[in-house]
C-alpha cells in the first residue's frame, strides 16, 4: 500500500489543516464540489476543512438512509448551522431499504451500500448541482482493513481499483485519508468543532447494518436502533473508545407474564482502544451490565435476551457486519 500514514505522535496538527486547505482549494479549483456529512468526527472533519478551503463552492449534504441513530439528522442540521455551515436532507430511506433488501451476507450488504450511496444518491446529487467533485472522511483504518481483507469499508473505492469518475461521474477527494481516528480527532478540535463531535465514538460507514445480523428491514433496524440510543446514554460516561448494540438474526426464548416469549437477542459491545487496530473488552461493573439489560428488555419491543461480547480484537472485530 503506497499510502503513508501520518502517525498522531508525528501529526503537526496546525500545518496540516494549511496543507489541506491549500490541496483543496487547488483540486476543486474548476468547480463546485458537494461533500457527504455523517456527523461522524471524521466527514465532520473534512466538512470543516471543505468549507474553509472552498467557501460556498462546497455544498453539503446529510443523506437520511433510513438506517442512522435516532435523531441524527436532525441533530446534525442543528449542529452545523451553529458552526455556519448549511447542510441540506437528502430522504433516500427508500433507495437503501430497496437495495438491501433480501441481503444476509454482509460484504453483499456492504456492496449494496456503497452501489446505492455513490452510484444513485450522490451521482443524482452531482447530476442536478453540477458538482465535479465529492469529499468525503476516508481515514488511513477503512483502507488498512479493506486491503487487509479484514472487511470492505463501503467508502474505499480508488484503493480497490474503482475509477470514481468512470463508474460514477465524479471525482472522489479524501482529505484526513493519512490519519486514524485519534489524528481526526486532534485536527477536528482545532478547526472548532464542539466536543460531542471531535470525541464522539466511531460510528460504521455502513451505519446500524453494521449491527443487524442477517436481514435489513426498517423494523429490524428500529430495534437495533432502540438499543443503540440507550446503550449510547447508558455507557457515554464510560469514556470507552466504542459501545454499541448487534441485533443477532435468530430468535431465542423468552418469558413473559409466566408464558413463553420468543423474541429477538441483543448483543452490547464495549472496547478499550486507541486506533481501533487493536481492542479490549470494557471491564463493565456488573450493575451497570445488569441496567443495560433490564432498559433494554423493558424499552426495546420484542427483546428478551442480552448480551455482553467478552471477546478481544483480535480475533473479534469492532462491529459485528
Not at 449534504?61 to 455556519?84: C, D, P, Q, S, T
Not at 483502507?143 to 481483507?149: D, F, N, R
Not at 482545532?190 to 464522539?200: A, H, Q
Not at 423493558?298 to 442480552?306: A, F, R, T
Request: glycine share 8%; proline share 4%.
Amino acid at each position: 500500500m503506497s499510502l503513508q500514514v501520518i502517525e498522531t505522535k508525528d501529526l503537526k496538527a496546525k500545518d496540516f489543516i494549511s496543507k489541506q486547505t491549500a490541496e483543496l482549494s487547488s483540486a476543486c479549483a474548476d468547480g463546485l464540489a458537494i461533500n457527504a456529512l455523517s456527523g461522524g468526527v471524521d466527514s465532520s472533519c473534512v466538512t470543516m476543512l471543505g468549507h474553509k478551503a472552498l467557501g460556498n463552492r462546497l455544498k453539503t449534504y446529510f443523506v437520511e438512509n433510513g438506517i442512522m441513530r435516532e435523531g441524527e439528522a436532525e441533530r446534525i442540521v442543528a449542529i452545523f448551522k451553529k458552526l455556519g455551515v448549511h447542510v441540506e436532507v437528502v430522504d433516500a430511506k427508500k433507495n437503501f431499504f430497496d437495495a438491501l433488501k433480501g441481503l444476509t451476507d454482509p460484504e453483499e450488504k456492504r456492496e449494496a451500500i456503497t452501489q446505492t450511496f455513490y452510484r444513485d444518491v450522490f451521482s443524482r446529487i452531482v447530476k442536478e448541482s453540477g458538482a465535479k467533485y465529492l469529499l468525503q472522511g476516508t481515514i488511513y483504518t477503512d483502507v488498512e482493513e479493506t486491503i487487509a481483507g479484514i472487511k470492505r469499508q463501503h467508502n474505499i473505492l480508488e484503493q480497490v481499483g474503482i475509477d470514481t469518475q468512470a463508474e460514477f461521474g465524479y471525482k472522489v477527494v479524501e482529505p484526513v485519508i493519512q490519519l486514524r481516528k485519534s489524528g481526526v480527532r486532534e485536527i477536528a478540535k482545532i478547526l472548532g468543532l464542539p466536543e460531542e463531535i471531535y470525541n464522539r465514538p466511531p460510528f460504521p460507514g455502513p451505519a446500524l447494518v453494521a449491527r443487524v445480523i442477517g436481514e435489513i428491514t426498517p423494523p429490524r433496524i428500529e430495534t437495533v436502533r432502540k438499543a443503540t440510543k440507550i446503550v449510547e446514554e447508558e455507557l457515554s460516561s464510560t469514556k470507552a473508545f466504542q459501545y454499541l448494540a448487534i441485533l443477532h438474526e435468530d430468535k431465542v426464548t423468552g418469558m413473559r407474564d409466566g408464558k413463553r416469549d420468543y423474541g429477538h437477542q441483543i448483543e452490547i459491545r464495549c472496547w478499550e482502544s486507541k486506533d481501533a487496530r487493536i481492542a479490549f473488552p470494557t471491564r463493565l461493573p456488573y450493575d451497570i451490565l445488569e441496567k443495560l439489560a433490564d432498559r433494554i428488555t423493558d424499552g426495546v419491543p420484542g427483546v428478551v435476551s442480552v448480551t455482553y461480547n467478552i471477546t478481544r480484537k483480535p480475533p473479534s472485530t469492532i462491529e459485528a457486519v
